[in-house]
C-alpha cells in the first residue's frame, strides 16, 4: 500500500472530497485540504473504518448486521444526547450558584459590588433553579471566605500593631534628630531622609486609619444587619441614583473604590500595607546606610579636622608666647579681635551689633563719635566690656607679626656673622683690619672701598660677615634692641695686658646673649707677650681652651705683624660648623638694620644684616618707623648687586627716613601694609618716650613668680670691691632656688656705667650697687629704660630683699630721694673747722639737713651728714643748681677735686602689690 491523497481515497469510496475530509476529522486525522497527503497507515484506519458503510452503500451487508449498525448508531445519538443535557445542567447549576453567591456579598459589600449583585440578582430570579450541589458548593465557599477574612483582620491588626509601634520608634527618632539638629546643622543626611519618610508615612497612616475605620464600618454594619434586612438593596439602588452624593461612607478609601468586596480590599490593603511597609522599611535601611556612610566619613572628617584644629591651636599658642601674648586671650574663640584704630563703624561690624547701639554707648561715657571716627584703644575696651563682649586690640605690629616656620628642607647653610669685642686698646680695630686685609689679599682684585658697617671676608669658597662696631657696647645695643645678629664672638686678649675690665663685661655680654667666644690672644709679636697667663686668667671667667677642656677656641694672633690672622678666620668657620647655621634664602627677606645715616646725595641710607629670604632691588621694605621702595643695594665693595641672601650685609637706598640700628627690618608684598606698619611704629616710638617697657624689678619678682612667668632672676652686680661680689655670690649660691634661679650675667668693681643699664635692659636684669652709685647718666637710662637699681650698703640687706621679694614679703621700702648734688671744685683747709670744700651745685637743691654722700669715681667713700653750707660768709639753708657753695662735712675731712656730694632725703614708702 502506498500514501495518497485525500481526493483519491473520496474517489475510492465514491465520496466528495469534503465527505472524506469531514471522515478524516472524524477519525482525527489530519488533513486540510483535498490535495493533502495521507500517509500509508491512515489510509489504511480510513479504509477499515469506512468499509461497512460502503458495503452498506453498496448493499453488500448482511440484514442482520445492517439492523445491528442502525441500532448502535441510535443508542450512540442518544448516549451523545443524554451527556451534553447533564453537561448543560451541571453548568447552569454551578452559575445559578456563583450569582446566588455574589448576590448574597452585594448586601454586604460595596455599591460597586451591590450594582454587579443587582444585575446578577435579575439572572438568579430569571433562572430560579438552584440544586442541592450548589447550595453545598456556596456553603464551601462561603466558610473558606469567613476563614480568609479572619486571617486577613487578623494580619491587619497585627500590621496595625507593627506599624503603631514603629511609627512611636520614627515619632522619636525624628524628635531627637530635630532636636539634635539645633546643635549640628551638619547632620545633613538624615536630614534630606526626612521628608522621603515623611511622604511614606503619610500614606501609610492614612491607610492604616482607612484600614481601622473600615473595620468599624464592618462591625457596625454587622451589627445593624438584621434591622436593616430587605431595605438594604433599595439603599444601595438609591445611593446609585442619587449618584456619588449618597456613598460618601464609602468613599472615603479612594485607594479601595475598584475593590469588589470586603474581603479582597483587606487583602489589598494588606498588600498595600506590605508593600508600604516594606518600602519604609527599604527607605528607612537606604536613610541609615546613607547615615552611617556619611557618619562614617563625618567621622573620619571630624576626627581629621580636630587634628588640624589641635595643631592650629599648638601653633598659635607658640605663636602667641614668641608674640609676648596671652595664649588664653588670643585662643579664646569668643575673644574678638580689633585692630587699633577701628572706626565706630568697624567696631561694631566685628562685634556684630547695632552702631548706633555703639554710638549711644559711646555717648554715655560722654564721647561723641561718628561712625567714621576712629576709637581708642581704652574705648574698645570699654564699650566692649560694657556689651559684655571679650575684645582684644591688636595693633598693626602685632597684626603683622611674623612667626616664620621654615622646613627642614628649606634651610640651606649660610656663613656666620662675627663681632669682634675686647678692652680699651687690646686691637680690636687693628685685627678687624687685618682680617679684612688677609680676605681681600686673598680674594679678587679690588678692595673695601666703602665702609658700610659690615665686611664680607672669603676665605676658600667659605666666607664670614664682621660687623664693623667692635666693642660690647654697640652689640648689646643692638640686642637690647632685640636684634640678635651675632653668630660668634671673638674677643681680642692683649697678651702683653691680660684680662681688663672690659674683657670681663664682653664676656659677660657674650654669655648673656649666648653667643659662644672665639679668643684672639693678640699682640703676640709684642716682647712682654704671655699668651698663656691670657688663657690661664680667661679660666676665672669661665672661657676655657678645649685643649684644657673647655669649649673656647684660642689663637695666638697679631694683628700689627698679621700673624695666624688665617688661623683665626679658620677656627671661626670650625665653630660656625658646630652651631651649624642654616637659613631659608626663598622668602621674603627681614633682619636687621646695623647701621643707618643720611647721606647728602643719596638720602636715608641703612645696612642691613639680612637673616632670613633674599633681599631684591624693587622690594618693598619696613625698616623700624621707616619704610620705602629698595631702589639700590650695595655691597660691602660698593658695587650695586642683585640680591642679598641670608648674612650678607647690603645698603638700601629709597628709605623714606632714616631708621635706628637694631631695627628689624622686613620685605613686604603690599606697600599699604608696609606703611601702616612703619607709621603704627613711629606712633609707639613716640609713646615709648612717655612709657618704656618695665624691666625686671624686685618689687614685681613674686607676683612674676606667681603668675608662672618668671623663673630666672638676673642680676647684675657692682661693687666697690671685689670682696663684696664674692659674698654675694655665695649667699646666692646658698639661697634655695628651687623656684627662683639666681643668674650673676655680670659683675664687676666701680660705679653703674650706662653699659650696665644697657645689658640690664637687654637681659631683663636688676642692678645690684654696693657702695657704688650709677655714674655719668646712667641714672636717667635706668629711669628712661625702667630698669630697677637697688643700691645696698651691707650685703645682708641685698640678701634679706632678695629673700624677701622672693616669697612676696618685701618689708616697706625705703627710699632715698635724691636732692642735689655738689662738685667739689676746691678745698680750703679752715683751722679749728676742717676741710671746707669750694664747691658747685650741678643738680638738684642741696640743703643743710640733707643725708650726704660722698662718691669718688662712683664709688661711696662716705656717708654722713654736713657740718656746714655757706653761701660766701653766709648759713644757708640751701643752695640751688647753678651757684657755688662751701661745704664742710661733719665728720670727715678728707674731701679732694673731682668728688660728688650728693644729698639726698630717707623717706619709706609702704608697698603697694
Ligand atoms: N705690637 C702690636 N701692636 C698692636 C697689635 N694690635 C694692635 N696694636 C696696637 O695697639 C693699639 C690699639 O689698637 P686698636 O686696634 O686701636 O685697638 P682697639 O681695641 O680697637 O682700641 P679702641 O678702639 O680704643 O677700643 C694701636 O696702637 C695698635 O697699633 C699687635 O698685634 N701688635
Known amino acids: 500500500m502506498a500514501s495518497m491523497r485525500v481526493h483519491e481515497l473520496a474517489k475510492e469510496f465514491n465520496m466528495s472530497s469534503k465527505d472524506m475530509l469531514d471522515k478524516l476529522h472524524e477519525m482525527k486525522i489530519t488533513a486540510k485540504s483535498h490535495a493533502s497527503m495521507l500517509a500509508e497507515s491512515d489510509v489504511e ?99 473558606a471566605r469567613e476563614a480568609a477574612e479572619r486571617k486577613a483582620r487578623a494580619r491587619a491588626a497585627a500590621m496595625a500593631k507593627e506599624v503603631a509601634k514603629k511609627q512611636a520608634v520614627e515619632e522619636a527618632l525624628r524628635n531627637r534628630n530635630s532636636k539634635g539638629s539645633a546643635h549640628k546643622p551638619a547632620a545633613a543626611a538624615p536630614k534630606r531622609q526626612a521628608p522621603v519618610l515623611g511622604a511614606r508615612k503619610s500614606s501609610f497612616d492614612s491607610l492604616l486609619s482607612q484600614i481601622e475605620s473600615e473595620k468599624q464600618r464592618i462591625e457596625k454594619q454587622k451589627a445593624e444587619q438584621p434591622a436593616r434586612g430587605a431595605d438594604a438593596n433599595k439603599q444601595q439602588r438609591g445611593a446609585r441614583k442619587h449618584g456619588k452624593k449618597g456613598m460618601h461612607v464609602e468613599q472615603h478609601v479612594p485607594e479601595l473604590e475598584q475593590q469588589a468586596s470586603g474581603e479582597d480590599r483587606y487583602a489589598q490593603m494588606a498588600v498595600k500595607a506590605e508593600e508600604l511597609q516594606r518600602d519604609k522599611v527599604l527607605a528607612e535601611a537606604r536613610a541609615a546606610v546613607a547615615a552611617a556612610n556619611s557618619h562614617e566619613g563625618e567621622g573620619r572628617r571630624k576626627k581629621r579636622k580636630q587634628k588640624r584644629e589641635a595643631e592650629a591651636r599648638e601653633r598659635m599658642e607658640m605663636e602667641a608666647i614668641e608674640r609676648g601674648l596671652d595664649p588664653s586671650l588670643v585662643l579664646d574663640d569668643s575673644v574678638v579681635e580689633i585692630p587699633q584704630g577701628s572706626t565706630v563703624a568697624k567696631f561694631a561690624e566685628l562685634l556684630g551689633v547695632q552702631p548706633n ?62 663681632t669682634v669685642m675686647g678692652h680699651v686698646d687690646h686691637g680690636k680695630t687693628s685685627l678687624l683690619d687685618a682680617i679684612r686685609h688677609t680676605g681681600v689679599a686673598e680674594g679678587e682684585a679690588g ?11 672669603r676665605i676658600g669658597d667659605r666666607q664670614i660677615t664682621f660687623i664693623d662696631t667692635p666693642g660690647h657696647e654697640a652689640f648689646t645695643a643692638m640686642r637690647a634692641r632685640g636684634a640678635q645678629v651675632t653668630d660668634v664672638i671673638v674677643l681680642v686678649v692683649a697678651s702683653d695686658d691680660g684680662v681688663m675690665p672690659q ?40 672661657v676655657i681652651p678645649e685643649d684644657w677642656g673647655g669649649q673656647n677656641m684660642f689663637v695666638n694672633v697679631s694683628a700689627k705683624k698679621k700673624l695666624h690672622i688665617d688661623d683665626l678666620l679658620e677656627t671661626i668657620l670650625l665653630q660656625a660648623d658646630v652651631l651649624e647655621l642654616r637659613a631659608n634664602p626663598d622668602a621674603l627677606a627681614s633682619g636687621f638694620v646695623i647701621e643707618a645715616n643720611l647721606d647728602k646725595g643719596r638720602g636715608p641710607v641703612a645696612t642691613v644684616l639680612v637673616q632670613r629670604g633674599t633681599l631684591h632691588p624693587g622690594d618693598t ?25 641670608p648674612s650678607y650685609p647690603v645698603e638700601i637706598l629709597g628709605l623714606n627716613s632714616v631708621p635706628v640700628a637694631g631695627d628689624e627690618f622686613r620685605v613686604f608684598e603690599d606697600e599699604r601694609d608696609a606703611r601702616k606698619l612703619a607709621e603704627e611704629r613711629a606712633l609707639r616710638a613716640r609713646l615709648a618716650e612717655q612709657e618704656t617697657k618695665s624691666h625686671m624689678n624686685l618689687d614685681d619678682l613674686f607676683n612674676r613668680i606667681e603668675e608662672g612667668k618668671q623663673t630666672d632672676l638676673n642680676l647684675i652686680v657692682k661693687a666697690d670691691v671685689q670682696g663684696s661680689i664674692e659674698a654675694l655670690r655665695d649667699a646666692f ?27 640690664a635692659a637687654a637681659s631683663d636684669a636688676i642692678i645690684i650697687g654696693f657702695n657704688v652709685r650709677p655714674t655719668g647718666k646712667s641714672k636717667q637710662q635706668a629711669e628712661k629704660e625702667k630698669v630697677d637699681i637697688r643700691l645696698y650698703r651691707v650685703i645682708y640687706q641685698a640678701i634679706e630683699d632678695i629673700n624677701a621679694a622672693r616669697v612676696g614679703l618685701l618689708k616697706p621700702e625705703i627710699v632715698e ?16 673747722v676742717g676741710t671746707i670744700a669750694g664747691c658747685y651745685i650741678t643738680d638738684g637743691e642741696l640743703h643743710r639737713d640733707d643725708k650726704i654722700r660722698l662718691v669718688r669715681e662712683g664709688t661711696v667713700i662716705f656717708e654722713g651728714e654736713l657740718a656746714s653750707l655757706k653761701r660766701f660768709k653766709d648759713d644757708v639753708k640751701a643752695v640751688k643748681q647753678g651757684y657755688e657753695c662751701g661745704i664742710g662735712i661733719a665728720g670727715y675731712q678728707d674731701l679732694k677735686v673731682g668728688d660728688t656730694i650728693e644729698g639726698y632725703t630717707i623717706k619709706e614708702v609702704e608697698r603697694t602689690e
Do not use: C, W
Open 817 to 832: 630721694e635724691d636732692t642735689g648734688t655738689a662738685e667739689v671744685r676746691e678745698t680750703f683747709k679752715v683751722p679749728k
Open 357 to 418: 547701639d555703639v554710638i549711644k554707648r559711646l555717648f554715655m561715657l560722654g564721647q561723641v563719635l561718628t561712625l567714621t571716627q576712629s576709637m581708642s584703644d581704652e574705648l574698645v575696651e570699654l564699650i566692649a566690656d560694657d556689651m559684655g563682649r571679650k575684645v582684644r586690640v591688636v595693633s598693626p605690629e602685632e597684626e603683622f607679626a611674623i612667626v616664620y616656620h621654615d622646613s627642614d628642607e628649606d634651610l640651606k647653610p649660610r656663613p656666620p656673622v662675627v
Open 733 to 759: 649660691n646658698k639661697m634655695d632656688q628651687s623656684e627662683v634661679k639666681i643668674n650673676i650675667v655680670h659683675s664687676a668693681v666701680g660705679g653703674i656705667t650706662e653699659t650696665d643699664v644697657t645689658l
Open 621 to 645: 621694605v619696613v625698616a623700624g618707623t621707616s619704610y620705602g621702595r629698595v631702589r639700590a643695594l650695595v655691597d660691602p665693595r660698593g658695587q650695586h648687586v642683585e640680591g642679598a641672601a
Open 447 to 457: 678692595g673695601i672701598t666703602q665702609h658700610i658697617g659690615a665686611s664680607v671676608v
Open 503 to 542: 674683657t670681663i663685661e664682653a664676656i659677660n655680654h657674650a654669655k648673656a646673649a649666648n653667643v659662644p667666644i672665639v679668643v684672639a690672644v693678640n699682640k703676640i709679636d709684642k716682647p712682654g707677650a704671655n699668651p698663656d697667663r691670657v688663657r690661664q686668667e680667661l679660666v676665672e671667667y669661665g
Open 45 to 143: 484506519k480510513v479504509r477499515q473504518n469506512l468499509s461497512p458503510e460502503i458495503k452498506e452503500r453498496a448493499g453488500e451487508l448482511p440484514a442482520e448486521e445492517a439492523k445491528q449498525l442502525a441500532e448502535e448508531r441510535a443508542e450512540a445519538k442518544r448516549q451523545q444526547a443524554e451527556a451534553e443535557r447533564a453537561r448543560r445542567e451541571a453548568v447552569e447549576q454551578e452559575r445559578a450558584a456563583r450569582e446566588a453567591e455574589r448576590a448574597k456579598r452585594a448586601e454586604e459589600g460595596g455599591p460597586a459590588a451591590k450594582h454587579a449583585a443587582k444585575a446578577q440578582a435579575k439572572k438568579v430570579t430569571n433562572n430560579p433553579f438552584e440544586s442541592l450541589a450548589s447550595q453545598i458548593e456556596s456553603e464551601k465557599e462561603r466558610v
